[in-house]
């Protein structure tokens, strides 16, 4: 009988099943590597975490000995884009290749599928949104959308983005969700989307799916998704962060500013004139604006850290009141509502809810300080338009995964974790520490370089000629040479700042250079002006104008970014990518490296700006044809005794040292653009 290796290995070969049946395929030996350690894993019933350079090609090197191995499988990725491309595209095209059928199921959280009943509810005559003429025209298209779709993915809602306020209209939540008593739930999308995958061979999933499916079980006896013999978490380094999101405890603004919402809806629905709901959410709203408008000190900006009574740069005389008013807003809420509980399932729902919210909320705000350990933290966290957020974390995921991934002997399910990015070391210490599998036994660690020939495609270049990245004019004067670069290539630039604000002084200082003529008259593209999927598209596009744009982004744009081809040909990062050393999440983890008797800055800022460099430089070289400049505008690469560390996560790229080498490299770029040299050619 041939062994699962032996089948891998025949259908990566260069007569295969995959080159058969893919025209255009070619056998990569780092792709057959990777698929033979998986294939291993899964006969051993052993764990792998491998990391797998750009252009490997680690999707088919997993789903090729998954799919062989014939065992059912969950299969989990960061984001729902990266469910629907697995879904949709490489999981029909490894079947057809093998000539292998599987019975796949995509299922996402609750928030992403339509709710028939809420959506009914919301476009009832008299409710909030049918008086606004913007929300009804909405809801009407929503409406003319749900007789036609099958699975009910709010995604497939071209008008509807993550911050659309029609969203939490016509989708439920685990606390609104009716259940079995709502009148639609008969033709329930969840409920068919989870009925599909229990029934399934493969489930596709997200990492925040995943979590929030561990803490139901947990909390509620209830699971969703189906036991299986493979466990696939693929972009795996960013499960650490993914789990404390779902690992915490928190309550916001936005949860209360729904909870307000609702109450005005169902209580004038179910319970009209019983109680003063729509003063009740009124006050509910003010006194979390109040909470909101809290002056802090200097220095506070995004979070405030909380180890004592009170968050830091708070003035008590300001905050006690502003707790006690939200306290007292929501309890008359909880008493509203649990009188008149028993007019409606909905207000029952309700209920349950509020007590839930009220429970976190009482061991966060009030009174003293919750107890803490050396395991979690808490803090004060501020956004935009008076929004806070409540938090106590865990500092890692390392005690949630060290459970559920056996460290000993064979296992009955096989973990099999894939990224890019997962450590500087042959062990992944950096990835397999945050997750608690350092000392597994049965987790095996894999290595595999990118294919490319980083040598050849990309060069890198260090400006030795900009200020400290701490000094104010930083972002000015490397804007004015990133205006120039981009000039010379025709748009074509994408910089990566390490912080939000940094992004509008950035996109503020390029426009200066465009408005005063000193660059071409490009399109300068900041994150915030449109959503992530459309600012892509306006850079893709913008490749073939004559002037071309920039696009400047921070936060997700660092990866997940697919710009392949000569769309993108320079990638600027503004500063080295360490953690804040304000975050009360890295204080509390430099604390516990400090007591460990390891250096907070040695053994955590620099292990995490590396991976984090790694992930954003990625973004330049995706095909083995792309060819580009990469510029990181930070001079502590070359003064600073870190600045060969960080520089050895990188690629071995050739290096430009001056202005004269990188017009040169520039030039080069357009000069071998496959769209240039057609035109010379003709």
């Known amino acids: 009988m041939i062994d699962l290796a032996q089948r891998v290995a025949a259908a990566f070969a260069a007569e295969g099943a995959l080159s058969a049946g893919r025209p255009g395929h070619r056998p990569r030996p780092a792709q057959l590597q990777m698929a033979l350690a998986v294939a291993q894993a899964l006969q051993a019933g052993e764990h792998l975490a491998v990391e797998a350079g750009t252009g490997v090609g680690k999707t088919f090197a997993y789903l090729v000995p998954v799919l062989l191995s014939g065992q059912r499988a969950l299969l989990s990725t960061a984001t729902q884009a990266l469910q629907d491309q697995l879904f949709f595209r490489d999981i029909p095209a490894v079947s057809r290749a093998l000539g292998l059928p599987v019975r796949a199921a995509l299922l996402k959280g609750r928030s992403s599928y339509l709710c028939l009943h809420r959506l009914e509810l919301a476009r009832t005559v008299g409710s909030p949104s049918q008086r606004d003429p913007t929300m009804a025209a909405g809801l009407e298209q929503v409406q003319r959308w749900a007789r036609l779709t099958r699975s009910g993915d709010v995604g497939e809602l071209d008008m509807l983005d993550e911050r659309s306020p029609l969203r939490p209209l016509i989708t439920s939540?685990?606390?609104?969700?009716?259940?079995?008593?709502?009148?639609?739930?008969?033709?329930?999308?969840?409920?068919?989307?989870?009925?599909?995958?229990?029934?399934?061979?493969?489930?596709?999933?997200?990492?925040?799916?995943?979590?929030?499916?561990?803490?139901?079980?947990?909390?509620?006896?209830?699971?969703?998704?189906?036991?299986?013999?493979?466990?696939?978490?693929?972009?795996?380094?960013?499960?650490?962060?993914?789990?404390?999101?779902?690992?915490?405890?928190?309550?916001?603004?936005?949860?209360?500013?729904?909870?307000?919402?609702?109450?005005?809806?169902?209580?004038?629905?179910?319970?009209?004139?019983?109680?003063?709901?729509?003063?009740?959410?009124?006050?509910?709203?003010?006194?979390?604006?109040?909470?909101?408008?809290?002056?802090?000190?200097?220095?506070?900006?995004?979070?405030?850290?909380?180890?004592?009574?009170?968050?830091?740069?708070?003035?008590?005389?300001?905050?006690?009141?502003?707790?006690?008013?939200?306290?007292?807003?929501?309890?008359?809420?909880?008493?509203?509502?649990?009188?008149?509980?028993?007019?409606?399932?909905?207000?029952?729902?309700?209920?349950?809810?509020?007590?839930?919210?009220?429970?976190?909320?009482?061991?966060?705000?009030?009174?003293?300080?919750?107890?803490?350990?050396?395991?979690?933290?808490?803090?004060?966290?501020?956004?935009?338009?008076?929004?806070?957020?409540?938090?106590?974390?865990?500092?890692?995921?390392?005690?949630?995964?060290?459970?559920?991934?056996?460290?000993?002997?064979?296992?009955?399910?096989?973990?099999?974790?894939?990224?890019?990015?997962?450590?500087?070391?042959?062990?992944?210490?950096?990835?397999?520490?945050?997750?608690?599998?350092?000392?597994?036994?049965?987790?095996?660690?894999?290595?595999?370089?990118?294919?490319?020939?980083?040598?050849?495609?990309?060069?890198?270049?260090?400006?030795?000629?900009?200020?400290?990245?701490?000094?104010?004019?930083?972002?000015?004067?490397?804007?004015?040479?990133?205006?120039?670069?981009?000039?010379?290539?025709?748009?074509?630039?994408?910089?990566?700042?390490?912080?939000?604000?940094?992004?509008?002084?950035?996109?503020?200082?390029?426009?200066?250079?465009?408005?005063?003529?000193?660059?071409?008259?490009?399109?300068?593209?900041?994150?915030?002006?449109?959503?992530?999927?459309?600012?892509?598209?306006?850079?893709?596009?913008?490749?073939?104008?004559?002037?071309?744009?920039?696009?400047?982004a921070s936060a997700s744009f660092w990866e997940g970014v697919d710009l392949p081809g000569d769309g993108l040909q320079l990638l600027v990062i503004d500063k080295l990518p360490f953690p804040s050393p304000d975050d009360p999440l890295t204080m509390a983890r430099s604390e516990r490296l400090e007591a460990q008797g390891l250096k907070a800055f040695v053994d955590g800022y620099l292990p995490e700006a590396a991976m984090a460099l790694k992930q954003g430089a990625g973004r330049l070289i995706r095909t083995e044809t792309d060819r580009g400049v990469l510029v990181i505008g930070d001079r502590r690469l070359l003064t600073r005794s870190y600045g060969l560390q960080l520089l050895s996560c990188l690629p071995p790229m050739r290096r430009l040292v001056d202005d004269a080498d990188m017009n040169a490299a520039l030039d080069a770029l357009v000069l071998t653009r496959p769209s240039t040299t057609d035109r010379s050619l003709s």
């Open 173 to 552: 939540t685990r606390h609104n969700c009716l259940g079995a008593s709502c009148p639609q739930a008969a033709l329930c999308h969840v409920n068919l989307a989870r009925r599909q995958a229990r029934e399934a061979d493969w489930v596709v999933i997200n990492h925040h799916l995943f979590f929030a499916d561990q803490v139901i079980r947990e909390a509620e006896a209830v699971d969703w998704l189906p036991e299986t013999g493979v466990v696939v978490l693929d972009e795996a380094h960013q499960l650490n962060d993914t789990g404390i999101q779902l690992l915490s405890q928190s309550i916001s603004s936005d949860h209360l500013r729904d909870l307000a919402r609702e109450l005005g809806v169902q209580g004038n629905a179910w319970a009209r004139g019983l109680r003063p709901w729509g003063r009740l959410a009124l006050s509910l709203e003010q006194a979390c604006r109040t909470l909101g408008s809290l002056v802090r000190g200097p220095g506070i900006h995004g979070r405030s850290r909380w180890t004592e009574p009170i968050p830091e740069g708070l003035d008590p005389a300001a905050w006690l009141p502003a707790v006690s008013g939200l306290d007292h807003a929501l309890t008359a809420v909880l008493e509203a509502v649990s009188a008149t509980a028993q007019s409606a399932a909905e207000l029952a729902r309700l209920l349950n809810r509020i007590k839930a919210l009220q429970t976190t909320w009482g061991l966060l705000a009030p009174g003293g300080p919750s107890p803490l350990d050396a395991a979690s933290v808490r803090w004060m966290e501020w956004g935009a338009d008076r929004s806070w957020r409540m938090v106590r974390a865990p500092l890692d995921s390392a005690t949630r995964f060290s459970h559920l991934v056996p460290g000993s002997g064979s296992s009955a399910r096989s973990w099999i974790f894939a990224s890019a990015t997962l450590g500087h070391d042959d062990a992944l210490s950096w990835f397999t520490r945050s997750l608690g599998l350092s000392n597994h036994l049965t987790v095996r660690t894999l290595r595999v370089a990118s294919p490319f020939d980083h040598g050849e495609q990309a060069a890198l270049h260090v400006p030795a000629d900009l200020p400290e990245p701490s000094d104010v004019a930083h972002t000015p004067e490397l804007a004015v040479q990133v205006a120039r670069w981009a000039s010379r290539l025709g748009g074509r630039t994408l910089v990566l700042t390490t912080t939000l604000r940094a992004v509008a002084r950035m996109a503020e200082a390029l426009n200066e250079q465009v408005l005063q003529g000193r660059s071409a008259p490009m399109v300068v593209l900041a994150q915030g002006q449109l959503s992530r999927a459309a600012l892509l598209a306006r850079f893709r596009a913008a490749a073939s104008s004559p002037h071309g744009a920039i696009l400047v």
